[in-house]
């Protein structure tokens, strides 16, 4: 029903640049939140930036100042720029979005497939 699918992950040494994209498609009657989360090896998945129902943005500390979700409503797609990459910042990053697929249906979790960042020191 619906799909989430990123992109630009890769290798980049600390200080670098790296966007991601995420474009949802299928039945999107609505998105009501849309955003993305990173899993180190050994560690818990963890909110990075995501939009919230009302439209605000929230960050994780580890993350403000460095990185900037932004979103182009009209194409469905969220994108994550990550600036001053560290080696921590190492992880699968995976998109989130909450969407009504239909007027009649109820809201569901959908999840993209992740994209590797590496970042190395």
């Known amino acids: 029903q619906v799909q989430l699918v990123e992109s630009g992950g890769g290798l980049v040494q600390a200080g670098g640049s790296l966007r991601l994209s995420c474009a949802a498609s299928g039945r999107l009657f609505s998105i009501r939140t849309m955003g993305w989360y990173r899993q180190a090896p050994g560690k818990q998945r963890e909110l990075v930036a995501g939009f919230t129902s009302g439209g605000s943005t929230n960050y994780a500390e580890s993350v403000k100042g460095r990185f900037t979700i932004s979103r182009d409503n009209a194409q469905n797609t969220v994108y994550l720029q990550m600036n001053s990459l560290k080696p921590e910042d190492t992880a699968v990053y995976y998109c989130?979005?909450?969407?009504?697929?239909?007027?009649?249906?109820?809201?569901?979790?959908?999840w993209g497939q992740g994209t590797q960042v590496t970042v190395s020191s």
């Open positions: 989130n979005a909450e969407v009504k697929p239909t007027a009649w249906g109820r809201v569901g979790d959908y």
